[in-house]
């Protein structure tokens, strides 16, 4: 983001991206308890935001690990042993559709893992380490992934506990999932979902926000 303050903190609308995010999932109805996981540093800032802005489901605030993968596996087992089903999602992503979140679940419900995606816009082309073009894949089965990412909690945790063992790194917790042999589910959402990451994406989100995604909107 090119900011000195990390990009979750930043302000959209008067409040931070990750205070929008967190209350998205605090007023859906098949959300019962939220694990935040942050940095070490930020876990008091953190605390400070639920009583500020009365976010009832985050049950607590804990600090992740050092790759995104060590801070999910942190996040379920703060989890509580009795819970079934979890739904993994990206802090700065605070516009993904209500309906869009809970087809994603009851997708899961249904299949045991399911994630949020768009079929991709533009053409893909696979460039070597020397800038020059290998293969173009044909666009019609690529899609770009979204969060919240949705999985039967026993399954997700195994996956974990396995790309643990072996030393795998993945991009999203679907990838080690996908290791297990079991298939992962898409859902189709839409492209207003974005993950805020670069300068760029700041005036996109503020539109968004006015336009579409606003508290009066969602």
Same mark, same amino acid.
């Given at each position: ?95 993904? =559709? @209500? /309906? ?5 679940? &009851?997708? +899961?419900?249904?299949? *045991?893992?399911?994630?949020?995606? #768009?079929? $991709? ?41 396995? =790309? @643990? /063992? ?5 991009? &999203?917790? +679907?990838?080690?999932? *996908?290791?297990?042999?079991?298939? #992962?589910? $898409? ?32």
């Amino acid at each position: 983001m090119r900011t000195q303050e990390s990009k979750q903190y930043l302000l959209l609308d008067g409040k931070p991206i990750l205070v929008h995010t967190l209350e998205l999932f605090d007023r859906l109805e098949a959300v019962s308890d939220v694990v935040l996981v942050t940095g070490a540093d930020d876990v008091e800032r953190c605390q400070g935001y639920i009583e500020a802005y009365g976010l009832r489901k985050v049950k607590r605030v804990i600090p992740g690990g050092k790759e995104r993968q060590d801070s999910v596996y942190q996040g379920l087992l703060a989890l509580d042993g009795t819970v079934r089903w979890v739904m993994v999602h990206d802090g700065v992503r605070p516009f993904a =559709a @209500r /309906e869009h979140i809970a087809a994603c679940l &009851d997708k +899961a419900i249904e299949t *045991e893992a399911a994630v949020l995606a #768009v079929p $991709v816009k533009d053409t893909i082309k696979i460039v070597d380490g020397e800038g020059l073009i290998q293969a173009t894949p044909d666009r019609r089965s690529l899609w770009a992934i979204q969060t919240p990412q949705a999985f039967r909690f026993s399954l997700l945790r195994e996956a974990h506990e396995r =790309a @643990r /063992e072996e030393g795998f790194v993945g991009t &999203d917790d +679907a990838m080690l999932v *996908e290791r297990l042999g079991v298939r #992962v589910a $898409v859902v189709e959402a839409d492209y207003y979902n974005i993950k805020i990451t670069t300068p760029e994406d700041l005036p996109w989100a503020e539109w968004i926000i006015r336009h579409v995604r606003g508290e009066r909107e969602s």
